[in-house]
Structure formats: C-alpha cells, structure tokens
C-alpha cells in the first residue's frame, strides 16, 4: 500500500510479545513420542496491537501506539522492536507483559506457549498520560482499536477518548470476544468469523439444517452487531473465503480473497484492520476499504504472513514473483513435513485451454502438491518468438493458481526450470505426453536427488499454437 495523507494512525490496543523458535525435526525423541527440533533459531516480533500498528508504519503511516506495558524484560524487549518504526504511549501494566512463543518445524507449528496472560491489569492513568493519549487522538486521521481482550479498550479514560472521536474521524474497531463492545458509532467493526460467531452464537432468523458458517449465516451476524453497536459497518473476515461487509441491509458485500495455497495465516487479522484504517483515513468509502484490506491480508500471507515481520531480506511490498517464492517454499516444507510426494510440472501455459487443465490435474493426482513452474514474459519471447506470449506472466500465473489442481505457482526467467528444480527438488517432474520419446532436459538434474521425470497422457488436437491460428483465421475472415 502507498503512504498516504492526514495526520497519524493511533492504535489503541493490547500489545504482546511475540516469539518464533524456528528449527529442524529429523527425528522423535528416544525418551517420549515427541519431535526432537535441532539448530533452533529465535525471532521476535511484536504481537497484537503492536504487529498493527508495525504493519500500519510499514504503509508508510505515522503510527502513535497506545499499549499497556510491564517494566520487566518482556516490555523491554518489545519496546526495543518497536523503536523506530512507531511512536509509543505506554500505560502502566500491573503484571507481566503477555508473551506467545510458537515453535516451528518444516513451515509447520508444533507448539504455543503462552506467558503473562493471567492476573495483569491496566493500572491507573496519571493526569499527564491521560491528555497525551486524548492529544494523540485529536490529531489523528484515523483510529484503530486492536483489542486483544487485556484491558486495554475497556479502561475508562482511553475508552472516552476513542468515543471522543467518533463522528470526527474513521475509527476502526478489531474486536475480542473477551474484550467491551465497541464504543457506539464506529465506523467499522473488523470481527472474524469465529469471534462473529462467540459475539452472535445464534443468527436471527437461523433455520433448521442451515451452515452455521454459511453466507446467511454471517450475515445475519454482522447485521445484528451493526444494530447493536451502532456502527457504520461490520466487515467479517472470513480467512480464505474473503470477508463479508454488511452495513444493515438485505444484500451484504462479498470480497473473496485470492487463492494463497499453504499459507500461514497468523496475523492476518490484524493486516485487514490495519490496511481498512489506513483507507478509511485516505478517504476510502467502506466497500473500498474492505476491498483493500483482503488485498492487503492476502498479500500479507502470501509473503509469510507474520513470520516474516520484522526479519531480515523480507517484506510484504515485494512483487508478485517473490511472493510466489515465498508460498512456493512454505508448501513443499508443509508437504515434506507430514511425508507427502511434491509434484512440479512446467510450460508457458499461454491461453490455458482443456490440453493444460487435462495435464495439471494428472500431475496434482501423482502426488500431495503441485508446482507449476511458469516461464517469464522474456522466457516466453526466447522460446516463441517476439509476438509471445499473449497473456502476460501476472495474469497466466493468478489464473493457474485459480485452478484447484495448483498448490503453488513459480516464475522463471531461464529458458528451463533446471534451477528452479534444483532448489525445489521436487519428487516427480511431469510434463504432458507431446513429449513422449524426446530427452527431457529436466531429467539429469532430477537423478541428482533421486526425483523421477515422467510423461502424461495428452489430448490430441489442443494446443496455444492451434488456437492462436484459429483466431487468426477468424479475426482475418
């Protein structure tokens, strides 16, 4: 997202520290049923307010935090991570500050262990602290309460500041089931479908038999907390499936997300909230909002997710390409760690007709996930010629990912996937049978690691070349 005008966001909200113990499981222990992870390696990032209002600066925003923070390590540590990127009002925190360790194998989590979340308190706001957050929140373009249910929305002081603003400016409100309601007229509400679901167990007007998570469902959730908050909209996240906008009426907005295939989707929330502000404080309407926002998440998990805060040689403004990358390697780890066989095919796939659809979906059946290595624009020209390819790579690659044959998609510029594979290092290369007889040049470099290329079944009669003639012929007649 670009930077954009108007005074800074303020987030307002239970900060954690968050902790990653990333290592390597190639054995169980000999003493219990338990992976053994090796060479672990630790990173920090903030958590809860604190990763919005990181992602909110990482748009190019200046970001006041209001937080409550222990003076103990954990506080420390956090502020250090912070320093730099945002601007902290820290509130006094009886008690520990909240720490999530998650330790991680393969792009696969194994366990959470969490500290601090019993017994602290927000202790009480000196005069001094109270009119630097009501200062703050007075300058603003835009607040965002990012409620992790600690108690940071619901002391009186910080609660009066944020009604102060409605009306005046866009407040934005992620809520927690644990947490209050919203102070009456926010803008926009940001709730999940899970958090929906605690807030509204039993949708008005539910009917026997009907999904509990179904569209109507949903819905009638997020209506029924527009009326009883009084907000201008409830935008319910919906993970994959997009998020769900209603603002009371009959027909909800419906904004599907792009298909990100083995993804972590770990802070994503707080990536939706986060954008929708920002938006909302450039002037965006709400349906604007919402849809930036699930363009914003969605990017977010295709690069990482929050894994890939704060670390080094990544962030979520790379293009497209290296956001395939990072998804591509997220799903082989994935499969390799619960003993699946990785699949990669190739081609230009320029017009995808029924040939590719038939030769993808044959490959995806060989195996637990399929690569689809996709040959760049100027691959493409070397390989067909100057008028090539028709489709550039951006739009051939979102349409393989749309197929559900498709785990994960990567673009190359070489004129063979040779060093895509050997870092891949695929199980199986399958390639369509219009080569069946001819020397795969992929072959050697799979022997390396003991991967099998083999030859598909193709349908006779389809190819790009065919039907680029075809509608020559037409467009000529």
Not at 214 to 230: D, E, F, K, T
Not at 438 to 452: F, I, M, N, Y
Request: hydrophobic share 45%; aromatic share 2%.
């Amino acid at each position: 997202m670009s930077p954009v005008a108007g005074g800074p966001l303020v987030v307002i909200g239970d900060a954690l520290l968050d902790r990653d113990l990333i290592g390597r499981v190639e054995r169980l222990s000999p003493d219990a049923p338990v992976p053994v992870v090796d060479e672990v390696e630790e990173r920090l990032r903030p958590g809860g307010a604190g990763l919005a209002a990181a992602l909110a600066a990482a748009d190019g925003r200046e970001v006041v935090l209001v937080t409550a923070l222990a003076d103990d390590a954990a506080g420390a540590r956090l502020r250090g991570l912070l320093d730099g990127l945002v601007t902290v009002l820290a509130v006094p925190l009886d008690g520990q500050t909240p720490e999530k360790t998650r330790v991680r194998a393969a792009g696969q989590p194994l366990l959470r262990l969490d500290r601090g979340g019993a017994g602290g308190a927000v202790g009480p706001l000196d005069d001094d602290v109270v009119r630097a957050v009501q200062r703050a929140v007075r300058g603003a373009g835009a607040v965002l309460v990012a409620d992790y249910g600690r108690g940071v929305a619901a002391h009186p002081p910080l609660r009066e500041a944020i009604a102060a603003a409605v009306g005046r400016l866009p407040v934005v409100w992620d809520p927690h089931p644990r947490g209050p309601a919203p102070v009456p007229g926010v803008a926009l509400a940001t709730p999940n479908a899970d958090e929906a679901r605690r807030l509204v167990p039993v949708p008005p007007g539910a009917r026997a038999g009907e999904h509990p998570d179904g569209l109507r469902a949903v819905h009638a959730r997020a209506s029924a907390l527009v009326q009883s908050w009084a907000a201008g909209g409830v935008a319910v996240t919906l993970g994959s499936r997009g998020a769900l906008l209603s603002v009371g009426e009959a027909n909800p907005l419906v904004v599907p997300a792009p298909r990100v295939p083995g993804a972590d989707p770990c802070g994503a929330g707080d990536r939706f909230s986060s954008a929708a502000a920002g938006l909302l404080a450039a002037g965006a309407v709400l349906s604007e909002a919402v849809y930036g926002a699930v363009a914003a998440a969605s990017a977010f998990v295709a690069a990482g997710g929050a894994g890939q805060v704060g670390t080094p040689g990544t962030s979520e403004a790379r293009d497209s390409r290296t956001a395939g990358v990072s998804s591509t390697t997220e799903v082989v780890a994935r499969t390799r760690a619960r003993g699946g066989i990785v699949v990669a095919t190739g081609g230009c796939f320029d017009l995808l007709h029924a040939g590719h659809v038939a030769t993808l979906s044959a490959a995806r059946g060989l195996g637990d996930c399929l690569v689809v290595c996709l040959n760049s624009d100027a691959s493409v020209r070397r390989l067909k010629g100057p008028d090539r390819p028709l489709v550039s790579e951006r739009d051939r690659e979102r349409v393989l990912r749309a197929l559900a044959s498709v785990d994960a998609v990567e673009v190359f510029d070489e004129d063979t996937p040779v060093d895509v594979l050997d870092r891949l290092r695929p199980d199986v290369w399958a390639k369509g049978g219009d080569y069946a007889g001819a020397a795969l040049p992929e072959t050697d470099v799979l022997a390396r690691w003991g991967g099998q290329a083999v030859v598909l079944p193709y349908l006779a009669g389809r190819s790009t070349s065919r039907l680029v003639r075809a509608a020559t012929t037409v467009g000529g007649g």
